[in-house]
C-alpha cells in the first residue's frame, strides 16, 4: 500500500515538473523543475530496490550535471529576459506531434504489454559482486564498458578545456 | 471505490513506469522542437535520456529480476550523458563568446 501511494506520488511529480520544465517562460526555472525531474527519477529508481543508481543519480545529475547547467544559465542570459520560442504555428505543430508520438506508443504499451505487477525478489546485490561484475572479463561482467567510459571521460575534460578556453 | 482500492492494492504494473517515462520522453520532444536556446533544447535532452535510463530500470527489475544488464546500462547511461552535457556547455559557452547570443536561429552566422 505504502509503496503505491509513494509511487504515485512520485509519478505526479515527474509528469507536472516534466511538463512545466519544457512550458515555462523563464530559463532558470526551467532548469529547476528539470531538478525534481531528477530527484523523482532517484526517487523511482530506490523504490525498484537499486540503492547504488539512485546514489548515482542524485551524485552525477542533481549535483554534478545541475551545478553546470546552472553556471552556464547565469554565464548566458541576461537577468529577468523571457526564453525565446518558436513561432506559435511551429509549437502547434510540435505539440501535435508529440501528442500523436505519445497516442501511438500508448496504444503499443497498452495493447501489447502483458499486465506484469508480480515483483519477484530480486538478488540482493552487495558492493563486493558490484565491483567484481564491473572489474571483470566473463560473461556478464563489464571491464571493456567500464574501462571505455574512463578513457571518454578524460577525451570528454580535454576536449571540454580546449573548446571553452579563451583565444 | 471499487476501482480505486483495486488500484492502490496490488503491485505497480510496469505500465505504469512505462508511462511515466513516455509522458517525460515526449515533454522532452515537445521543448526541443519548441525551444529556441540551446540550454533548454539540452534541458530536453536529458529529459529524454532520463526516460529511457527509467524503462531499462523497470524492465530490468520486472522481466528479469536475478541480472543486472538494464542496471549496468543506465549505469554507462548516466556517464555517458555526464560527458555529453559537459561538451555541450562547454560548446555553448564558445558559441555565447563569438555572438553574445545562444539561440539557435543566430548560429548561422558561425560560418562568416
Known sequence: MAQQIIFYVLAVIITVFSILAVTSKQIIRSATYLLFVLLGTAGLYLLLGYNYLFAVQIAVYAGGIMVLFIFAILLTNKPGENVKTELPIRRIVAGLTSLAGLAFCGHIIYWNVKKISVLTEMADITPQQLGRMMMGTDKYQYLLPFEMISILLLACIVGAIMVARKR | MEFLTSFFSGPVPVEAYLAVSLIMFFAGVYGFLTRKSMLMILVSIELMLNAADINFVAFNRYLYPGQFEGFYF???????????????????????????????????????
Open chain 2, 74 to 112: 543506465t549505469l554507462f547511461t548516466i556517464a555517458i550523458a555526464a560527458c555529453e552535457t559537459a561538451v555541450a556547455i562547454a560548446i555553448i559557452i564558445n558559441i555565447y563568446r563569438n555572438l553574445t547570443s545562444v539561440e539557435v536561429g543566430n548560429l548561422d552566422q558561425m560560418k562568416e
